[in-house]
């Protein structure tokens, strides 16, 4: 059975950090993309970062690029989502998501596995607050 919780959400100050992990079970790591999605009140869930960790592929949203970094611990079987510089408009409730699939993105078209509706299965969600 695959299981994803996700962990590691709170409250901090504009331009602080925050890490959120994914701890993932009931499948072979490899094999699947992560995702990381955030969904704020009142507004559609969003893709924030994939990860693919058997080839080592990576995507963000251009909101986060630069200030967010995922990464995959094999030994754990987790991913994590190191945010830093955080910003008011990131408050929102962060959902770890996996599918059995090829690839997280394919920077050659600009693609990339973003929409919720291509990830088959879901953690519970973490609220991060960020406050001005």
């Known amino acids: 059975e695959v299981q994803l919780q996700a962990s590691g959400g709170g409250l901090v100050q504009a331009g602080g950090s925050l890490r959120l992990s994914c701890e993932a079970s009931?499948?072979?790591?490899?094999?699947?993309?992560i995702g990381w999605f955030r969904q704020a009140p009142g507004k559609e869930r969003e893709g924030v970062s994939c990860?693919?960790?058997?080839?080592?592929?990576?995507w963000y949203a251009e909101s986060v690029k630069g200030r967010f970094t995922i990464s995959a611990e094999h030994a754990k079987t987790s991913v994590n989502l190191q945010m830093d510089s955080l910003k008011v408009e990131d408050t929102a409730v962060y959902y770890c998501?996996?599918?059995?699939?090829?690839?997280?993105?394919?920077?050659?078209?600009?693609?990339?596995?973003?929409?919720?509706?291509?990830?088959?299965?879901w953690g519970q969600g973490t609220l991060v607050t960020v406050s001005s």
């Open positions: 990860i693919k960790s058997g080839d080592g592929s990576t």
């Open positions: 998501a996996a599918v059995e699939a090829g690839l997280c993105t394919v920077e050659a078209v600009g693609w990339a596995r973003a929409r919720p509706q291509e990830y088959d299965y």
């Open positions: 009931g499948f072979t790591f490899d094999d699947y993309t």
